[in-house]
Nanobody, 124 residues
Framework: QVQLVESGGGLVQPGGSLRLSCAVSVSGSSFSINDMGWYRQAPGKQRELAATITSGGSTNYADSVKGRFTISRDNAKNMVYLQMNSLKPEDTAVYYC????????????????WGQGTQVTVSS
């Protein structure tokens, strides 16, 4: 009943910018969203943290993206965004959003959910 859908990936030249969006939808239950984040996985490498944001707006960034990427969220729309500036070829990866979601249905349930990923390619 929980679905995360990313959008905004694509091909961009080094030094360019992209904005990723992730929409969280929940059916069949009232819910709350706690921490949200963006992770990335380059070919042949493990998935790694890019940025996270709490429900209160506190942010955390990987050193490799600090000063270039900005994570934000719109709690009313259940969205999380990643503004990526000054992109480098090493930023090329599949970007995944995730969300810590609590469900208040017939029983309380809390888990971390992932989107399907969106490809970001930085190349001239």
């Amino acid at each position: 009943q929980v679905q995360l859908v990313e959008s905004g990936g694509g091909l961009v030249q080094p030094g360019g910018s992209l904005r990723l969006s992730c929409a969280v939808s929940v059916s069949g239950s009232s819910f709350s969203i706690n921490d949200m984040g963006w992770y990335r996985q380059a070919p042949g490498k493990q998935r790694e943290l890019a940025a996270t944001i709490t429900s209160g707006g506190s942010t955390n960034y990987a050193d490799s993206v600090k000063g270039r990427f900005t994570i934000s969220r719109d709690n009313a729309k259940n969205m999380v965004y990643l503004q990526m500036n000054s992109l480098k070829p090493e930023d090329t990866a599949v970007y995944y959003c995730n969300a810590d979601v609590a469900l208040y249905g017939s029983r309380y349930y809390r888990d971390t959910y992932w989107g399907q990923g969106t490809q970001v390619t930085v190349s001239s």
